[in-house]
């Protein structure tokens, strides 16, 4: 059963928490991008802790191995589902990450984040690719990074819906995908281009879908949340 992950992308503690006591009875996750981790991640991460919600922390690590996988050990807390990284960084660094993640978890006695790999950020065009030197098209390379992220230990990748498919077939179902770029059919697109609808992405069988500013925004977050939830069963 595929799980909504609520994008908490607004500027202030104060608008986090309220769409987190909001939404906390239905069964959903909390992203906490890196908006709010360097505007207020204190105060969220005590709130969703206080409201006894998982979360998954998108700070998409990118350094050194020893930096990346003592970041991941800081980052991991109770509640704490999802991590992730980029596969750019290497099987190194990625393995440091899942290492460092699982040893913190492991310290206080909860299970152990899933590690996601971001392959190619979706604001990457072909044109990026051949400019910053990488050979092949995106698909190619979304490929070879999510089998340099599979080989490191992660748990799966960060896609576009309309990629689950391909990936599955050929990572397999326990490869796990999650998936932005979900715009419910009457809602507007904003900057992302490769959009699909939540039943869409849950019948290529994404396994986390990535919804922010149409709830965020919406007049009623509750019954726009709500509405997704439904249309994914
Ligand atoms: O508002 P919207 O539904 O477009 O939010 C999508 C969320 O997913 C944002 O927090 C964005 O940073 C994140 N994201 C994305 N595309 C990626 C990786 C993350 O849109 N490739």
Same mark, same amino acid.
């Given at each position: 059963m595929a799980q909504l992950v609520v994008a908490l992308d607004v500027p202030s503690a104060g608008q986090a928490e309220r769409l987190v006591d909001e939404l906390y009875e239905l069964d959903v996750l909390f992203k906490v991008g890196l908006e709010a981790l360097y505007g207020y991640g204190d105060r969220i991460f005590a709130h969703m802790q206080a409201r006894d919600v998982r979360h998954f922390i998108d700070a998409k690590l990118h350094d050194i191995p020893r930096t990346a996988g003592a970041a991941a050990r800081q980052l +991991?807390?109770?509640?704490?589902h999802i991590i992730n990284v980029h596969a750019i960084g290497g099987n190194d660094m990625m393995r440091a990450v899942v290492d460092g993640a699982a040893g913190r978890a492991d310290e206080l006695g909860i299970t152990a984040p899933h590690v996601f790999a971001v392959t +190619?950020? !979706?604001?990457? &065009?072909g044109e990026d690719l051949n400019e910053l030197g990488f050979r092949g098209g995106l698909g190619e390379n979304s490929m070879r990074l999510s089998a340099l992220a599979r080989d490191a230990g992660c748990s799966g990748v960060i896609c576009s819906a309309h990629e689950v498919r391909d990936l599955k077939r050929y990572? &397999? @179902?326990?490869f796990l995908t999650l998936t932005p770029g979900i715009r419910p059919t009457g809602t507007v697109h904003g900057d992302q281009k490769r959009v699909t609808t939540p039943a869409e992405a849950v019948a290529a069988g994404a396994d986390y879908l990535v919804v922010g500013r149409p709830i !965020? @925004?919406?007049?009623e977050p509750l019954a726009a949340a709500k509405a997704i939830l439904e249309e994914m069963r």
């Open positions: +991991v807390r109770p509640g704490t +190619v950020l !979706t604001s990457i &065009g990572f &397999g @179902e326990d !965020t @925004e919406a007049s």
